[in-house]
């Protein structure tokens, strides 16, 4: 499988988005794997893309730009008008913020701001949502199909455990390895099984299903 040179395919993309929306298009920033140097062979490319005013025309042409360049299979990510975004919802500011590298203009001025209130909402509703979707799938979802859906539900991990620790210590650890280093208990036992599961290493599925589990329960204030 050819290998994206990330550098490159931004630059490409913006002159396309440049040729496409001239001086609508206000910014262009990178996200996950790619932005934090974990990608692999069959990362997503999570781009995110704001312009003066979004239209139902405009998404039609933005498709005409990620499919006229290599690996639109791949691309994914985020696009939105000026508006959208500076009303976006408080609590995914602080995740938005830290998560994305601008490549062309400035994400932070685009933002509201955010209070650490607003980072508490983000951690409970994200793990409620996890948890819900957790019992779920245990009761209702194909037994040939639990395998895939758990490792679904791991992936909101690591956003939940980033936006953890940075109400604990205000400070933002980007990658998975790092932030693994500085955890304990059940906050170490459940990354380290996300870590094991996005890189499809055997594992115990009853463990990794409890240990998601118990984890949510601890957030939720069950333990």
Sequence with gaps: MPVVDIEEYMSDLIKNLQRQFSVRLVYVGLQG???????????????????DKLTVSDLDRYREVIYGMPFAERSCGFISGRDELKNWPPYEICQLLHETKDYFGELRPLLPKFELDDVRNYIRTSCGNLYHLLCHGRIHAEPDLQTESLRGLYKAVFYILQNSYYLRTRQWVMTKAELLSKLQGLDYEVLAMAMLMKSDSAHDEDKAYQVLFDWCQQLLGAK
């Design 33 to 51: 794997s790619f932005r934090r140097d974990e990608a692999t062979d069959t990362s997503d490319i999570d781009v995110m893309v704001t312009l």
